[in-house]
């Protein structure tokens, strides 16, 4: 099941594991990134803490924690590659999963039509 | 991230205050004559010291970087002021503007264009130009958020002089590799100039001025184009395959690797020319000691800098790791809070360096290249080490 939220990042739910990544519209604004700092395997989080940071030329920007939870895989690829971010956002340039702490609490998140009206 | 964040990514310096001053809120943005073309290219638009500018096109900022090293780039610099000083002879007109600006301008030969700054009663900088002979008369070209200000200095001061703001010209950059080969096709006389030449000529019908310079660490053009012939002109170098708009965004990376300080980050009214590393425009003349030593605002300071070094210096500074470092980190002697020495001026992440890059101001004594200081960064003390500036190899024509 994916899912959204209103700031701009994306799940990937299976069972009480989240894939979680910045939207193609992120990743449009941002324009070309290069440097993306990862939270810690292991780390736990808050719902809209500070999860990772992404930064282009011009700026940096934080990328938010969506739902509380333990993150159990980081993706290096990215770290490595930045540009990944911007070829593949909601693919192959996930940025961490995360093992939910209350997976139901992802019901309450927005639905891929509800994202893209938000947008515009 | 959220949609204040992303709104911020399309200004330019979001971390610097000194520039969030010169966006103008107001909704009354003023245009340059190339606005509507901007829009037709599909430019991002942001507010920038009261003008509506282009901060990107469709290629992106790292691309229209690479783009202006690789070939060449067309960049609307028309919010700038493009202002006349007229004495009743060039000598005069010289000698009034010597008492604002510590460099040779008696000196300067016609069609000669040489970089100064307005210094400031404390020996700080009120703002940096180019100042050109134009045989009868001097041309300066000003920041444009400080042009209100520096008209307002001029005239209070240059006494017996006329200053004027054109107006009605626009002023285009030209920069990159294949920029002399771009412009003599319009113009034959392109590839006789040299670095800081100044030609009049005749373009499409337009009466424009051309200088060999620009802000990019690249060769290049910067001309002045009458506004109702600027979109015309504009297009005819962007016909070109080898030419592409670039937009504030590089302009801003560009003008980092090569060097080169922006007004309101890396220099401004307490920084003093010395410790900006810029004592190399004040030539021998008008230095302490020299036939036309003093006679500005602030040389006691600046005088006093020369004789006993200058208490800090603006250096280059490599971050060691991937993570760019932006102005106004605090830089420290240790990676711990203890020791803060000074603060980052300008950073990004400089395309051509394939890594970030940034400048900013250190005590004299670890101002030596290869020294190594650290900058707070979240919560992070990131190693970088000074380096001797630019960051790239500049290909001015001499």
């Given at each position: 099941m994916l899912k959204f939220t209103a700031e701009h990042e994306w799940l990937k739910l299976e069972g009480d594991v989240a894939t979680v990544g910045i939207t193609t519209h992120a990743a449009e604004q941002l324009g070309d990134l290069v440097f993306v700092e990862l939270p810690e395997v292991g780390a736990e989080l808050t719902k809209d803490g500070n999860a990772a940071t992404v930064e282009s030329v011009k700026a940096a920007s934080d990328v938010y924690a969506p739902l509380d939870g333990e993150v159990t895989e980081v993706n290096q690829a990215i770290v490595d590659d930045p540009s990944l971010v911007n070829s593949d956002p909601q693919g192959a340039a996930w940025f961490f999963k995360l093992k939910l702490k209350n997976p139901s609490d992802a019901d309450a998140l927005l639905d891929e039509s509800a994202y893209k009206d938000l947008i515009g | 991230m959220n949609r204040a964040q992303l709104r911020r990514q399309m200004s330019l310096c979001v971390y610097c205050a000194a520039w969030r001053l010169f966006l103008d809120h107001s909704p009354t943005l003023k245009q340059t004559p190339l606005h509507a073309l901007h829009l037709s290219l599909g430019a991002k638009m942001v507010p920038f010291a009261g003008y509506d500018m282009p901060v990107q096109y469709p290629m992106g900022v790292m691309k229209e970087h690479l783009q202006t090293r690789a070939a060449s780039g067309l960049f609307d610099v028309s919010h700038m002021g493009q202002v006349i000083v007229r004495g009743t002879s060039y000598e005069d007109a010289a000698r009034a503007l010597e008492t604002l600006v510590p460099v040779d301008i008696l000196g300067l030969k016609p069609g000669r264009q040489r970089y100064g700054f307005f210094t400031a009663d404390n020996g700080g900088i009120l703002d940096d130009l180019m100042i050109t002979n134009r045989g009868d008369h001097l041309l300066v070209v000003v920041n444009a958020a400080c042009k209100e200000q520096d008209l307002a200095h001029m005239k209070a001061h240059l006494a017996g002089c006329e200053v004027t703001l054109l107006e009605d010209r626009a002023l285009l950059a030209l920069q990159g590799p294949s920029a002399e080969k771009l412009l003599a096709s319009l113009w034959a006389g392109a590839a006789d100039m040299i670095f800081m030449d100044v030609r009049d000529a005749s373009i499409l019908g337009a009466d424009c001025i051309i200088s060999r310079s620009g802000y990019s660490g690249e060769d290049g053009f910067e001309i002045s184009v009458p506004a109702d012939k600027a979109e015309e002109f504009a297009k005819a170098l962007l016909a070109h395959p080898e030419c592409e708009p670039i937009g504030l965004g590089a302009r801003d990376s560009l003008r980092l690797e090569a060097g080169l300080c922006l007004y309101g980050n890396d220099i401004d009214t307490t920084t003093s020319p010395v410790e900006a590393s810029l004592?190399?425009?004040?030539q021998k003349v008008r230095r302490p000691g020299g036939e036309r030593a003093g006679g500005y605002p602030g040389a006691d300071r600046i005088a006093e800098d020369f004789a006993t070094g200058p208490v800090r210096r603006r250096v280059g500074l490599k971050p060691e790791g991937k993570a760019p470092v932006r102005a106004h980190a605090v830089l420290y002697a240790e990676d711990s809070p203890e020791s803060p020495i000074g603060e980052v001026t300008s950073g990004t992440f400089g395309p051509s360096v394939e890594g970030p890059v940034a400048m900013g101001y250190v005590p004299a004594a670890l101002a030596e290249p290869g020294t190594r200081v650290f900058a707070e960064v979240r919560g992070k003390y990131l190693p970088l080490t000074v380096t001797a500036l630019p960051f790239i190899t500049p290909t001015y024509k001499r």
């Open positions: - | 004592e190399w425009a004040m």
